[in-house]
């Protein structure tokens, strides 16, 4: 399974960005798709995560500002960003992963970079 993320860029701070991720090759099932970031110098986070049921969850520092979503008909997670911060500059990245019989996959966007001027 291959990972493809798109919508980084360049932004102000206040503004806003839509961060697309779609999977391809060998899906049977994708549960749990989401997003991670990681700054220079910092340790890979958790963004936010959703469940094939649509169940979600956020990190603390980006509650009321992100939103993340999926289309699984279309196997592609996105993560809507707004009222973005300096501090969220980052190169973020998506995973997803999957069940297969008993064994458990997990899979990895190849990044995107995200950077906020302030």
């Known amino acids: 399974v291959q990972l493809q993320a798109s919508g980084g860029g360049l932004v102000q701070a206040g503004g806003s960005l839509r961060l697309s991720c779609a999977a391809s090759?060998?899906?049977?099932?994708?549960?749990?798709m989401g997003w991670y970031r990681q700054a220079p110098g910092k340790q890979r986070e958790l963004v936010a995560y959703?469940?094939?049921?649509?169940?979600?969850d956020y990190a603390d520092s980006v509650k009321g500002r992100f939103t993340i979503s999926r289309d699984n008909a279309k196997n592609t997670v996105y993560l809507q960003m707004n009222s973005l911060k300096a501090e969220d500059t980052a190169v973020y990245y998506c995973?997803?992963?999957?069940?297969?019989?008993?064994?458990?996959?997990?899979?990895w966007g190849q990044g995107t970079q995200v950077t906020v001027s302030s």
């Open positions: 995973h997803a992963n999957q069940v297969v019989v008993i064994t458990k996959y997990d899979y």
């Open positions: 090759g060998r899906i049977f099932s994708l549960n749990v």
């Open positions: 959703i469940t094939s049921g649509g169940s979600t």
